[in-house]
Each structure stands twice: as C-alpha cells, then as structure tokens.
C-alpha cells in the first residue's frame, strides 16, 4: 500500500477531512483524529480501541504494531504501509473512524 493508497481510503470515509498535526497529515472526522500519515512512506496510524488493535495485531503482526508508549496502551497502532493489503486496512479504518466518528454518524455509515 502507498502512502497515496491510504490517504484515499481514509478520505473516502464520511465527513473525513485532512489536515495536518506536528508536522504531518492526519485525517479527521468532525474535528477528531482518526488516522495519520508519518514523516516518510512506511508508516500510516490508525486510532482504535485496545480490544481492536489487539485483533489487528495478532491477525496481521507484519502490518500493524501498537504505537510506543501510553498512545499505542490507549489503542493507537502502527500501520506499515508497504506489507499491508487494500483490504485489511480499509477494515481498520472504517473501525479507527467508528470509534472516532459521533455515534450517530458513526450509525449511518455502512461499509462494503
């Protein structure tokens, strides 16, 4: 996946919008982060909840890591944008968007 690959995903998702935070895009719906790019082309972020990141994790070990420190222990994860697939990624952040996303917004939506 390119870093191009998930910025389109991630904009395709109801109300997202991009915008920028230290430095680099994040992409955000009604003002909340629910996804950023990092500095370079390795690496995308996902914001889910812990019970999530675990299933991401476990599922996919070569694509998706907890972030460092108190963010990853709160569920932001690590996406490595060159071992991951379409598929997998855009079921995370469709999750990473529900969990950001005002409830009934959030309710609204249905992904493929």
């Not at 997202?16 to 996804?35: T, Y």
């Not at 019970?51 to 991401?56: G, L, R, T």
């Not at 690590?78 to 005002?102: E, N, Q």
Request: proline share 6%; aromatic share 10%.
């Amino acid at each position: 996946m390119t870093v191009a690959e998930f910025r389109s995903l991630a904009l395709s998702l109801p109300e997202a919008v991009e915008r920028a935070h230290m430095g680099h895009p994040d992409f955000r719906v009604r003002g909340k982060i629910f996804a950023t790019l990092w500095p370079g082309d390795e690496w995308g972020m996902v914001k889910l909840t812990p019970a999530e990141q675990d299933v991401f994790v476990q599922a996919e070990p070569k694509v998706f890591e907890p972030v460092k420190g108190a963010w990853g222990a709160r569920g932001c994860t690590k996406v490595r944008l060159r071992s991951a697939k379409k598929a997998i990624v855009w079921r995370a952040l469709v999750d990473a968007w529900r969990t950001t996303a005002p409830k009934r917004l959030a309710q609204q939506f249905e992904d493929e």
